[in-house]
């Protein structure tokens, strides 16, 4: 398999998209990679934080097209670092956020686990 690190994708597909995912899905992860083999080590740790607690969640491979789908997420979360959470919409945050949730036993109900 060949990265291309761009793609076909216009800024206005990627937005529907991220919106898209929103609007399905209770939990969404937007990481570098997918579920099964994630790209990079923060998107990992945030698979595993969240797996630990829900098991069925959505996540969404931004490498097809990286720069589209940071601009597409800032507009949504303000955030410009990948991986970010979702829960009913909202934005929960990255690793970090995820790892100081779980260090104060909140993860769980933040992901509507409980």
């Known amino acids: 398999m060949t990265f291309q690190p761009e793609s076909e994708a216009e800024p206005d597909e990627i937005e529907a998209r991220v919106r898209e995912a929103l609007a399905e899905n209770h939990v969404v992860l937007f990481m570098k990679g997918n579920r099964l083999m994630p ?3 923060y998107s990992q740790r945030a698979v595993e934080l969240i797996s630990q607690h829900v098991e069925e969640f959505e996540t969404v491979d931004v490498l097809p097209a990286l ?8 507009a949504e979360s303000g955030w410009e670092t990948i991986p970010q959470t979702f829960v009913d919409g909202e934005f929960i945050g990255g690793s970090d956020v995820l790892a100081e949730l779980e260090e104060r036993g909140e993860l769980a109900a933040e ?4």
């Open 39 to 41: 790209q990079c080590g």
């Open 67 to 74: 720069p589209h789908y940071r601009a597409a997420l800032e």
């Open 111 to 114: 992901l509507g686990a409980e």
